[in-house]
């Protein structure tokens, strides 16, 4: 006789409730799917980059836009990914009284050491079905980027791979970067 397993997907609405009662800890878990998912250890390359996008985006977008850095986006009823860098539109409270949804976010950037795959493969169309046009995936091991534009579902109808000597346009943030400049 087979035996059926029933798991529980959380809400967002039930992982706020366990993060307010302390069941969850402050940082290293984000919300995938309805599924707590513990996120992979910083290492200093991936901390380097999150850091020197922050600087060079806040340069580039000023008081234009909100630059956030590892804060959850509500993507849907049961995701609140924490992508490493969103751009997000502007607001005079800093999105104090709720956390950004999709439809806030211009730009989401991963950084990607040894989560790839994950990144990809999970997140990509998490991202990409709450609504959020531009998506880029930083691989560390290759020196390049994966961008990701134009959704259509819970996919990109466009990408392309932009190589260490190239630039990067942003489709719908006004930015320009060298990769030269984030990487070195």
Not at 34 to 62: Q, T
Not at 70 to 88: G, H, K, T, Y
Not at 133 to 147: F, G, M, R, S, T
Request: net charge negative; glycine share 4%.
């Amino acid at each position: 006789m087979a035996i059926q397993v029933q798991k529980h997907l959380f809400t967002v609405a039930e992982y706020h409730k366990m993060a307010e009662a302390g069941i969850l800890p402050e940082r290293g878990v984000e919300l995938i799917n309805g599924e707590i998912i513990e996120m992979s250890p910083i290492g200093s390359k991936h901390a380097k980059i999150v850091k020197k996008l922050n600087s060079l985006l806040n340069k580039l977008v000023g008081d234009r836009f909100i630059v956030s850095v590892q804060d959850p986006i509500v993507a849907s009823d049961l995701s609140e990914p924490e992508p490493d860098v969103a751009v997000l539109k502007y607001r005079s409270d800093f999105y104090e009284n709720a956390l950004p949804k999709g439809e806030d976010v211009l730009l989401a950037i991963e950084v990607a050491d040894t989560t790839l795959s994950y990144d990809s493969k999970v997140k990509l169309p998490i991202y990409a079905a709450s609504g959020i046009p531009e998506c880029w995936i930083i691989n560390l091991a290759k020196k390049e980027i994966q961008v990701y534009w134009e959704t259509n579902g819970a996919d990109y109808r466009f990408r392309e791979k932009v190589q260490l000597e190239d630039t990067i346009q942003a489709k719908n943030v006004p930015l320009t970067l060298t990769l030269a400049e984030i990487f070195h």
